[in-house]
């Protein structure tokens, strides 16, 4: 399971928005322990700071998903990971949504910027999909179909970097 | 970045939301930010953020092109406004509010390869009023064309349309002292690179498992790009024809040297060689083509 877990070098992106820390790469789906993600944090001695690079798989946010419509509360969302984190004394400090993958973050928008969200998909994405194969062509009408009916999903994002913070009381 | 976005809002007389921003980059060593207002929904400003000589360079010729694109003032031409530039922990910000326009890579549909004759002419139409509007007052010697404003990167995924007027964006490689009908053959020519392309990525782009080295898309211009661009009686051939034709007939340049400069856009700007064209060609409205 700790293979799940290695120190990437931050990408030129990551490094301008979030800062120069130590990143930390895992998968945010059903073999993920918190524990493991916090042994990880707490071995960073150089900077209270710490950059979680996550993925996120389809499935797991389908989970997550039906988890919340019946109330359940679950680590496997963002919120959820957050929350354990707060839980744990950390400080969020930023939450960024990067495409088109973790290791190549060339567009990236605040996690809750539904705007930067909309204005990529439609004026840089969208007028693009012609070099789509039709998979994924019909793959990106269905995304863009489900944001246009519920602006705030968040269902389809899959890479995620949370800047946090140790609190004094914690270190 | 919270104290780059505090020291450009502080800079500037707008009220920014700062927690709302798109980061672009980094293509070329350029990071592009754009940045809302308050009450807007769409961006309102954007920085253009430099990271080697290169692209500062690039970065300073698009500033300027915005600044003469403001100076001349030409009739169904949009472009963004400069709107600043500051110096900033040794580093040069360009800063330029935005144009939201419907870009004409949704408008003309390279996957339906049907071209509607009225969006072309709508792009020549804009060429024409540039040249019309930013040539030299004298001549190049013994030829009917003067030197003007060249965008330089004139192809449909910088171009977008606002209330019939045609919008520029990318204008980091023009010059206002550029060649008549190079733009238009540009357009044509990477309009067939965009054909080839269509269809041609697929899921994994957006995982890891990306590599460029199998990435199946074609850049690089071949004879064959341009015969079935320019030459042969293809739709996108006829009526790139049509389009020449109306630019030269509409800027007042004569056929021999608008078969001269096509040649020489081929040749001299993209520095193409082995060419085998009979380039009077490229005027024939009818007929077969075909060398």
């Given at each position: 399971m700790i293979k799940a877990f290695s120190i990437l070098q931050p990408n030129d992106n990551l490094k301008f928005i979030l800062g120069d820390y130590p990143v930390i790469n895992f998968n945010l789906d059903r073999s993920f322990r918190l524990s493991e993600l916090l042994n990880e944090v707490y071995s960073?001695?150089?900077?209270?700071k710490s950059i979680l690079s996550v993925k996120l798989n389809l499935i797991t946010q389908f989970y997550v998903l039906v988890l919340n419509t019946l109330s359940i509360k679950s680590r496997l969302g963002i919120h959820g990971l957050e929350q354990s984190l707060i839980n744990e004394g950390f400080n969020i400090k930023q939450t960024i949504v990067a495409y088109p993958n973790l290791s190549s973050a060339r567009f990236c928008f605040p996690y809750h910027d539904y705007s930067s969200r909309s204005f990529l998909f439609k004026e840089i994405f969208l007028p693009r999909q012609?070099?789509?194969n039709f998979f994924s062509r019909v793959l990106f009408k269905v995304l863009i179909f489900i944001i246009k009916i519920n602006k705030k999903t968040n269902l389809f994002y899959q890479s995620i970097f949370i800047l946090i913070e140790k609190n004094e009381e914690t270190t | 970045m919270k104290k780059l976005l505090n020291v450009i809002n502080n800079r500037i007389s707008y009220n920014l939301d700062l927690n709302r921003f798109l980061i672009v980059g980094n293509a070329f060593n350029k990071r592009s930010i754009f940045l809302y207002r308050s009450t807007d929904k769409t961006p309102f400003l954007v920085v253009k953020i430099p990271e080697n000589k290169q692209s500062a360079a690039r970065c300073q010729a698009e500033y300027e092109a915005l600044v003469s694109l403001s100076e001349f003032n030409i009739d169904g031409i949009e472009s963004a406004k400069p709107a600043g530039i500051f110096e900033y922990e040794n580093k040069l910000l360009y800063l330029q509010t935005t144009v939201i326009s419907t870009p004409f890579l949704s408008i003309i549909n390279p996957i339906k390869k049907r071209f509607n004759h009225r969006q072309f002419n709508l792009l020549t139409s804009a060429l024409v009023n540039i040249y019309n509007s930013t040539k030299l007052k004298q001549k190049v010697l013994n030829k009917s064309y003067s030197l003007c404003f060249q965008h330089g990167d004139y192809w449909i995924g910088n171009l977008g349309l606002l209330n019939n007027n045609i919008c520029l964006y990318d204008?980091?490689?023009?010059?206002?002292t550029g060649f008549p009908l190079y733009d238009l053959l540009h357009m044509g020519l990477y309009l067939g690179v965009v054909i080839e392309n269509v269809g041609r990525l697929g899921t994994d782009v957006k995982s890891e498992k990306y590599n460029k080295s199998t990435d199946t898309r074609k850049f690089e211009i071949s004879n064959a790009l341009i015969t079935r661009t320019f030459f042969d009686n293809s739709n996108l051939a006829k009526t790139m024809r049509i389009c020449i034709n109306t630019y030269l007939s509409k800027t007042g340049i004569n056929n021999n040297d608008g078969i001269q400069l096509a040649k020489s856009y081929f040749i001299d700007d993209r520095q193409l060689e082995d060419l085998d064209f009979?380039?009077?060609?490229?005027?024939?409205?009818?007929?077969n083509n075909n060398n």
């Open positions: 960073n001695k150089k900077s209270s012609y070099s789509l | 204008l980091e490689f023009s010059t206002n009979n380039w009077v060609n490229i005027l024939k409205l009818s007929g």
